[in-house]
C-alpha cells in the first residue's frame, strides 16, 4: 500500500486482485517449495512471486528481471516497502540476455510475448540455469485448438486493445516445443492445467533437474 493517501494505489488493489482470485501463485507455490536454491524470476513484473514466497517463509534469494523498466521501479518499491531481503530487480530483456544464475526459475505468463524463435532460444537459456535439485516453473497458455485456447487468445487482443496490456502476444507455443528444449537440456517436464475458475487454458509446466548422487 503506498504511504501517501493519494499516492499511485492502482498496483495495490491490481496485486490484491490477482493475488486473491487467481490459480497462478497457489499451484506455482506448491511446484517450488521443494525446489532447491536462488530464484531467478524471468519477467516479473512488479515482483508479485517474491512477495508471495516471503509470506510462504521462503527466504530464499531472489532476482526478477523484467524489460519494462517502470515495473521494475515499482517492485523496487513495492520491495523495500515489505522489507523483503534478498530480493533484487534488474531490467532486462530475456529474448537477448539472462544473468548468471544457479538454482531454481520461474517463467510466469511471459512465453506467448516472445516470437517462436526467441521463446526456444529463452527456454534453453532458463534450463541451463537450473541446477541439481532445482526446478524451472513455467506459466502458459498452450496452443492446442480448444475452447479454453480461443478464448485465451480473444481475451489476450482484447486486453491489448484496451490498453490493459501494453505488449501483444507473438505466439503461443504447443506443448512439443515447450517439452523439447526442457528435456534436451536434461530436465524432466511435467505440465499439468492450472485452469482454477477461469476460462483461460493455463498450464503449469515444472521441469525438475535430478539432485547430484
Ligand atoms: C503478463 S506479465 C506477467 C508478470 C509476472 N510474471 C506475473 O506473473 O505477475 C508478462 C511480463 O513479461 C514481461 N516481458 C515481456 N517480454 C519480455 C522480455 N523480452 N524480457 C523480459 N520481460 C519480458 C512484461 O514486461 C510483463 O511484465
Given at each position: 500500500m503506498p504511504a501517501q493517501r493519494f499516492g499511485n494505489r492502482r498496483d495495490y488493489y491490481y496485486s490484491r486482485g490477482k493475488l486473491g482470485s487467481d490459480p497462478l501463485y497457489p499451484g506455482v507455490l506448491a511446484a517450488l517449495l521443494p525446489a532447491r536454491g536462488a530464484l531467478l524470476d524471468i519477467?516479473?513484473?512488479?515482483?508479485?512471486l517474491a512477495h508471495v514466497l516471503r509470506q510462504a517463509d521462503q527466504q530464499r534469494p531472489y532476482l526478477g528481471v523484467d524489460i519494462d523498466a517502470d515495473k521494475i521501479a515499482r517492485a523496487r518499491r513495492a520491495a523495500a516497502r515489505a522489507a523483503l531481503a534478498e530480493t533484487r530487480f534488474d531490467t532486462l530483456d530475456a529474448s537477448a540476455t539472462l544473468p548468471a544464475h544457479h538454482g531454481s526459475v520461474a517463467l510466469l505468463d511471459?512465453?506467448?510475448?516472445?516470437?517462436a524463435e526467441a521463446q526456444a532460444g529463452l527456454l534453453q537459456a532458463a534450463a541451463a540455469r537450473?541446477?541439481?535439485?532445482g526446478r524451472l516453473v513455467i506459466r502458459t497458455t498452450l496452443a492446442d485448438n480448444s475452447g479454453r485456447d480461443r478464448t485465451t487468445r480473444i481475451t489476450d487482443m482484447l486486453a491489448h486493445l484496451v490498453g490493459w496490456m501494453g505488449t501483444r502476444p507473438r505466439h503461443y507455443p504447443d506443448a512439443a516445443s515447450v517439452r523439447a528444449p526442457l528435456e534436451a537440456a536434461g530436465l524432466q517436464p511435467q505440465m499439468t492445467p492450472l485452469y482454477g475458475n477461469t476460462p483461460f487454458n493455463n498450464w503449469l509446466v515444472c521441469a525438475e533437474r535430478a539432485a547430484a548422487g
Open positions: 519477467g516479473c513484473g512488479l515482483g508479485l511471459v512465453l506467448q510475448y516472445l516470437p537450473v541446477a541439481p535439485g
